[in-house]
Structure formats: C-alpha cells, structure tokens
C-alpha cells in the first residue's frame, strides 16, 4: 500500500471506525496550476475562477483541451449597499429574493474569527419586486456570518436564508429565514451551541436521507474537533438527526467560510458532503446511509486546503467536478 493511501485509511479508521471498512481513495487530484498569493477559488456566471491577494484573477480553461488557468480583466465593479459588513457580498436569489446581505456593522461580540471583529446586526433583503426587508437583531446577537445562503428548503418556490446567529451567553446556532406575510420573519432555528465564542460554519442546503426534501449540514466548532451535523426542519425547530467528529471547513481569521460543497457523489440521487478532516489536507466524501454518516471515500493532498471547494463541469463531460487551492497556491480539480 502507498504511504498516501496508509494514512488515509488510519485517518478515516480515527474519525469513523465503523466506515472504514467501506471507505476507499477517491479521484485522483490533478493540479490545474499556481497562485502567487492565492485567496479563494469562486464561481462567477458558471465560471471557475482563481482570487489572488493582489485582486488578480485567474480562470480555469482547457485551451486545447489541456486544463490550465488564464489570466482575465477584472470584473466591473457593481454597487454595494452602504451598511453592508467587511469581507461579505451581496447573495443573489432565484425566487422571491433578489438579493440578500448581511448589514449593520457591530463590533459587540467580541469573537473575530472570521478575519475581523466586525460582525453584522441584521439582514436585508431586496425582493423580487424591489422592496427593501430587513431583520434586526437585538442588542445581545448578531448574525456572526459572511455569506447567507439561499435555498428552497421547503419546497413551495420561494427562497430562505440560511445564516449564523451568536450571543454573548449561548454561542452559535443556525438560523433560517424568509419572506412570510410581506416581511422577513425567522421560520426555524437550531439549538445554540450553550457556550459563548463557539461557531459554527454551514456546510449548505441538501437532500440527504433521499425523502425529496431538503435538510442543512453544518459543522460545528470547526476549530475544536470539528462535528458535522444534519438537521431537518420540524415546525419550527432545526432537529438533529445525524453528527460525526472530525471536520474543519475554516481556519481561524481566514474569510473563507466555503470549504465545503454538497452534490451526489456516488450518483444514488441522494445528497452527499464533501469536506476537509481536521488537518484540512484530507477531503472526505460523506453520504447518509443506512440512518447515520459514512466516508466512502478519501482524497490526500499535500498541503492544507485553504480556499473553497467548488463544484463545475469543467470539462463538460455532464458530471460536475470539484476544484480547490492549497495553502502552497496549487490549485487542483477532482475529474469525474
């Protein structure tokens, strides 16, 4: 057995010793090029593009059919709301929700793992026919978040929000959101996690247990022991139903909250995770099977995984792949 593939099979015995067994190496990595500096891996108009520190961006292309990066212009600035917080942008929406943004910068939680100490008071939304909705929070929280994202969760065509409440007294919980009788009103929230300065990163929105509905993934405490969890929406409660130690989708002070992604990855029509272990050089791929969480497979890399995952066709063969950025300024991509 390769070394590489010795220590992802004790690694995924750690983490899950009863998926071990059926846990194996995934794709194989194909670097796609370096990054002086590199910062974040997104999506922009369906495509890959690579963020540099200087504000240079790259995008991934297969010129002649051999996979590389291309420097391009950099995208015309769009306006921003004035009360947007540091280090967020506007979220675009597809049903009711045109856009959505984290607003009201606040400096009273004093927690700042997310690359500054500025976290934001309330949420706005502009909708679909213009309207500016906003949901303040009272003076103890605030929404500790970068980038609210947007699901249909229950499937009746209109968009919640799904964002990261703190307090001062109960830590982190999981919030969701949407427009309800003309106005944003909370419609389920998760149990906070009981401790001040302890967070939570949502992994995002996806179906699954393969009942047709949508649940979240989050993992909580990614700096200490890191413990994906799955909750599905009772009323008007988020209520665990499945967790598993020993992820990490954040380095502390990093902006970089999305190194994570959600799509199936066996191809059963189920929802799988694909995420970091606690070192962030390994990807696991996670499905829920059989009433709990299981690794079935495992990607190495040599370095920490440092930017988001993201998932595109990139080379257009119908299946999406997946592309991320090493802490060395690799950039590499999961064919499938």
Known sequence: MRRSALVVAVIVALILPESADSAGLGPRPVEVGRVAGLQDILLRDGAVLVRATSGDYQIVALPDGKLGLAPVPPAEKTPIPSDIIPHSAIVPGVHDIKAVWLAGPTGRYDHGVLGDAIEAAALKVETGAGKILSYQLPSYAVFEDLTPRLADLDGDGRDEIVVVRSSAGAGAAVVVLGIRDDKLDLIAESQAIGLSHRWLNPVGAGDFDGDGRKEIAVVQTPHIGGVLILYRIEGRRLVEFAREAGYSTHAIGSTVLGMAAVLDLDGDGADDILLPDQ?????????????????????PNPEKIVTSVVVSDVDANGVPDVLYGLSDGSVWMLPR
């Open 279 to 299: 070192t962030r050089s390994e990807l696991f791929g996670i499905g829920y099977v059989g009433g709990m969480l299981r690794v079935f497979w495992a990607v």
